[in-house]
């Protein structure tokens, strides 16, 4: 802790400095000042003095080291520090100035609020021994100890010449007004306190994160109606970490975080409905959406190598009507922490992209996958379980005349590994992700020569179809609500409500929902008797426990049904 110069006012040939109260100091260590135009010539003299009441000081001291270290204080009483600095000039055109004065304290024991206090409704806005409410008070106090306010005939000694029963009294009253002065003021100055901002702005209908800083809370409060007319506008999810001055309302409502994964797909009019060659009825895939595709450029053409990390003889070239990557001996890879890309491991991923490759090139293609401070993760072969960063490695395509499309799945990290997995090309396994991972780096090298063309990294599905009709501005978010005061249904409501245009439907994912992980064993499956071409295999999980055997078929005559076994006879049971 220290203690610092609040005022510096010169008198004559002096600078009287008055200091910061300081709170349960048990001493001080050191002193250090800023001077200006000092020599052996031109210099300053100092002294100090101390209160512990703020009435009686002390007689003027030298200071020095040895003096200001010399002084012991018990802990339980506020200081009041007093410096005196005299100019010693030989050269009357000397210029001495003084710009700064600070003291350091030593082993302050933690000063413990009363009881009382801490129950009172002053003890959210301040401490009993804030330093606003102890300057106030004290101002107030040596001026009720000077003649002219109390009446002079009412003593400040008591019969052995001791004023700390007047001080003690007046000073309790003194600091008890203050409370309620500086209460008022809070409320005055309510842009001062967070919480009070917090609640003035959410009053009046801006929703605001618990991350956000004063200031960034006072630009909401200057620029209210500004804030408000970005509802309805892609400025709704502005991103501070790219740049924006503060995060979008989106990103406040559910206190988003730097590490956090948000998704805001405004689908075109073709990616929804029945469109042939884009969409439909039934289709949950995304691989068309440029709004989420999370590569380093979101349309399907290379058209800056600058955004991505490439290395080896990579350049841009025409084939056709296709701007491509046109790759020689190099690829796609890095560690610099500039080409992360942001993923969440819950959700399911695509990584995808486009290739011609020459007949004797080999591809391999993997992730690096890091935690949230940068840690290098392991993922996971879905194959297998083991630990994997490649889905496969110097591979050879079966076709070197056309583009071939190259889709990996990084799965969520609750997925549990299949046998039979194979990437879409037939070779290597797709992925799991580390339970920590927050980013990657997609790692693609070509040995040889290939044109790479349109990548893609964007969750692999929704979780629901989507077969519409005559519905404008179709959203699809993805997101993690960290705002407690708000269900996942309260927000997609306030989204709705106010954030976007009136004619927009929202489907709102989520990505903590357990829809996406697998957290439960899937249910028995059991045949549904006769078998005929409109047989279907049904979860179905029989009430009785006589029935719940493995291998079971059902009869379906609802008369006399009951459960057989494929082995032996019937097993009765009533419907």
Known sequence: MAIFAETIREEGNSLFITCSPAVAILGISSFTDNISGEDEHNFFEKFFRFSVNGIDYSEWQPLTLANITSLSFNGEKVVYMELRYVKQQQDPSAQLALSQVSLATTGAPVFKEAPVFERSIFARYFHAYDPDVIKWYVNVLQKLYDKGIIPNYM???????DNAD?????????????YLVIYARKFEEFYKTDFLLTDFLEQRGLEVSDRNTLAEMNLLMENFYQHIAYRGTKHI???????????GELLRLINYRPEDELLFNLYKSEHFGWNIGNASPLYKGLYLNDNINRSYETHFDILDLTKYPVYGNVTIAQDGAKSVMAVNQGGIASTDPAWRIKVDARLDYEFSFLIKMNRNSQLTVGINAYSKTGTLLNSRSYKDGQDAN???KNIKLVRDDCYLLVKLFIYNKNRKPFAKDTTEVKQGNDLIFHEDTVYIIPDIAVTGAANIWGIRLLP?????????????????LWLRNRNHAYAIDEVKSYISRYLVPYNSWIALTDVGDAGYNETEEPPETFYWAPEAPYCETT??????????????VWLPDMETAYCE???GGPNPKNN
């Open 155 to 161: 003593d400040r000694l008591n019969e052995n010449q």
């Open 166 to 178: 007047f001080i003690a009294f007046w000073e309790s009253i003194a600091h008890f007004v203050a």
């Open 237 to 247: 999810y502005d991103r501070a970490e790219l740049g924006a001055a503060i995060d």
């Open 390 to 392: 490649y889905f496969f």
């Open 460 to 476: 692999m599905q929704t979780n629901y179809s989507r077969g519409l009709i005559q519905v404008n501005n179709f959203i699809s």
């Open 539 to 552: 979860a179905w999980r029989p009430v009785h426990p006589v029935c719940e055997i493995k291998d079971l």
């Open 565 to 567: 076994t494929r082995e």
